[in-house]
């Protein structure tokens, strides 16, 4: 059982940026292949990044590439999301979301076991 919590979104003007944090409880974060996702208003959940267990390989949306980065700290038990040059298109909530081993559907949400609450992401333009 995996608990996650994010925090660190908020209200940005476009072009701005803002770091997105990802705390899960339990001592095996590091097999957990952790996912963002966003959703907005009237719109089904979209895939937006991953990164493996490792921390070595991501992916990305086509839609954020070059402007936002996962990370993950495995100490920490936390995985990151720095997003640059936000644009009001990226106004969503954002979820946080992990799946044991490694999952090579990554950008599919129904791969995901464990969700966070979510935290808003608002970019004015």
């Known amino acids: 059982q995996v608990q996650l919590v994010e925090s660190g979104g908020g209200l940005v003007q476009a072009g701005g940026s803002l770091r997105l944090s990802c705390a899960a409880s339990?001592?095996?974060?590091?097999?957990?292949?952790m996912g963002w996702f966003r959703q907005a208003p009237g719109k089904e959940r979209e895939f937006v990044a991953a990164i493996r267990r490792s921390g070595i390989t991501t992916h990305y949306a086509d839609s954020v590439k070059g402007r936002f980065t996962i990370s993950r700290d495995n100490a920490k038990n936390t995985v990151y999301l720095q997003m640059n040059s936000l644009k009001p298109e990226d106004t969503a909530v954002y979820y946080c979301?992990?799946?044991?081993?490694?999952?090579?559907?990554?950008?599919?949400?129904?791969?995901?076991?464990?969700w966070g609450q979510g935290t808003q992401v608002t970019v004015s333009s």
């Open positions: 979301a992990a799946e044991h081993g490694d999952c090579n559907a990554f950008n599919l949400a129904r791969e995901y076991d464990y």
């Open positions: 339990g001592r095996t974060f590091s097999t957990y292949t």
